[in-house]
């Protein structure tokens, strides 16, 4: 598994990421096995979306998005892309 690293070649402390970019709203990084980083978008300025982290749980998933847990709960852009992510 890719790791999070400074990168030390010419001085530099930039940070080197172990992907080439965040998941698209929708879609899944497998970060390590039972481990999912999603993108869940937001409808305001400033803050248009947050990470989120899905952890296999037996036969399921955990993941906490600081929604609300009925239908009532969460944007509904969020929502829809946590269930496409999990088709």
Same mark, same amino acid.
């Given at each position: 598994? #890719?790791?999070?690293?400074?990168?030390?070649?010419?001085?530099?402390?930039? $940070? @080197?990421? !172990?992907?080439?970019? =965040?998941?698209? #709203?929708?879609s899944a990084h497998r970060v390590a096995p039972g481990v999912l980083? $999603? @993108?869940? !978008?937001?409808?305001? =300025?400033?803050?248009n979306h947050i990470n989120v982290w899905?952890?296999?749980?037996?036969?399921?998933?955990?993941?906490?998005?600081?929604?609300?847990?009925?239908?009532?709960?969460?944007?509904?852009?969020?929502?829809?892309?946590?269930?496409?992510?999990?088709?």
């Amino acid at each position: 598994m #890719p790791e999070l690293a400074l990168d030390s070649a010419a001085g530099s402390t930039a $940070l @080197r990421y !172990p992907f080439e970019g =965040a998941p698209v #709203p929708g879609s899944a990084h497998r970060v390590a096995p039972g481990v999912l980083w $999603l @993108r869940l !978008p937001l409808p305001m =300025a400033g803050l248009n979306h947050i990470n989120v982290w899905a952890l296999e749980d037996g036969g399921g998933w955990t993941l906490d998005t600081g929604h609300r847990q009925d239908s009532r709960g969460g944007p509904p852009e969020g929502r829809a892309a946590a269930a496409r992510a999990f088709g």
